[in-house]
Nanobody, 120 residues
Framework: QVHLVESGGGLVQAGDSLKLSCAAS????????VGWFRQAPGKEREFVGS?????????AYSDSVEGRYTISKDSATNTVNLQMNSLKPEDTAVYYC????????????WGPGTQVTVSS
């Protein structure tokens, strides 16, 4: 089983930057990819981006964050970071990280989430 915990959320102003971290523990050898998702009040959860666990050059981003967000991995600490720049009020959401065990498998392990609030 993979255990994930997010950190780094907070209240920032529009245009600011914020870095979220997702610490993975447990059966990390079984991870194929780690993804970031977010859910705003009254909206469905949406995909933000992802990174392959064993090939960090393979990353994907949603159109809404492409060019503003960057995902990276610290292999020494099994942590996946989400650097968010040029934040907008519409980026306000609870951000979750999740892990999947295969290329087409479900996102089976989830963290509890961290709140990001961007004021205008």
């Amino acid at each position: 089983q993979v255990h994930l915990v997010e950190s780094g959320g907070g209240l920032v102003q529009a245009g600011d930057s914020l870095k979220l971290s997702c610490a993975a523990s447990g059966r990390t050898f079984s991870i194929y990819a780690v993804g970031w998702f977010r859910q705003a009040p009254g909206k469905e959860r949406e995909f933000v981006g992802s990174i392959m666990w064993n090939n960090v050059r393979v990353r994907a981003y949603s159109d809404s964050v492409e060019g503003r967000y960057t995902i990276s991995k610290d292999s020494a600490t099994n942590t996946v970071n989400l650097q968010m720049n040029s934040l907008k009020p519409e980026d306000t959401a609870v951000y979750y990280c999740a892990a999947r065990a295969g290329k087409a498998g479900p996102w089976g392990s989830w963290g509890p989430g961290t709140q990001v609030t961007v004021s205008s």
